[in-house]
């Protein structure tokens, strides 16, 4: 299974599938209830692959904070999410929190799981899936109204290469 992964994602996928079981592993030992993550300053990724998670208990208040639902399964994700990382650095102030809905193995190789209750409970029909969140952790824009705010952003900082 390892090798199959490194040889369709890449090497930098497979260390953040493998960090992400590290880090899942040794949240369990600590608590059920916390979703598995790795944080790395401004740009936080949670697993919501399974599980009830509410995205107003991930968002925390002092930054503007730009929510992104992905699935490693999704080239625009895998395209997008570097752009992000990026754009964090550059504006002080941004917190990227990274929503990964996970992949379910299918007769065409890896696919999106769509059937992921936090895909349900927020009724995400399309991935990449972006939301705002203003300082006080309070949502002010979803779909495509974050897009054309978060493509601003990336056009100023010329990121969109």
């Given at each position: 299974?390892?090798?199959?992964?490194?040889?369709?994602?890449?090497?930098?996928?497979?260390?953040?599938?493998?960090?992400?079981?590290?880090?899942?592993a040794e949240e369990s030992k600590h608590s059920e209830a916390t979703?598995?993550?790795?944080?790395?300053?401004?740009?936080?990724?949670?697993?919501?692959?399974?599980?009830?998670?509410?995205?107003?208990?991930?968002?925390?208040?002092?930054?503007?904070?730009?929510?992104?639902?992905?699935?490693?399964?999704?080239?625009?994700?895998?395209?997008?999410?570097?752009?992000?990382?990026?754009?964090?650095?550059?504006?002080?102030?941004?917190?990227?929190?990274?929503?990964?809905?996970?992949?379910?193995?299918?007769?065409?190789?890896?696919?999106?799981?769509?059937?992921?209750?936090?895909?349900?409970?927020?009724?995400?029909h399309s991935i990449p899936h972006l939301m705002l969140y203003s300082?006080?952790?309070?949502?002010?824009?979803?779909?495509?109204?974050?897009?054309?705010?978060?493509?601003?952003?990336?056009?100023?900082?010329?990121?969109?290469?």
């Amino acid at each position: 299974m390892f090798f199959r992964i490194i040889t369709r994602v890449g090497i930098a996928a497979a260390l953040l599938v493998n960090l992400a079981g590290i880090v899942r592993a040794e949240e369990s030992k600590h608590s059920e209830a916390t979703p598995a993550h790795a944080s790395s300053g401004a740009v936080t990724v949670v697993d919501v692959s399974s599980g009830d998670h509410d995205i107003d208990k991930l968002v925390k208040k002092g930054a503007t904070t730009i929510v992104d639902i992905f699935s490693e399964a999704c080239p625009p994700c895998r395209k997008l999410s570097p752009k992000l990382d990026q754009l964090a650095q550059k504006r002080k102030g941004l917190r990227i929190l990274k929503l990964d809905i996970g992949t379910v193995e299918t007769k065409e190789g890896r696919g999106i799981n769509w059937e992921a209750p936090f895909v349900k409970k927020y009724d995400i029909h399309s991935i990449p899936h972006l939301m705002l969140y203003s300082k006080k952790a309070k949502k002010v824009s979803s779909g495509e109204e974050a897009w054309e705010t978060v493509k601003g952003w990336l056009q100023k900082e010329k990121l969109t290469k």
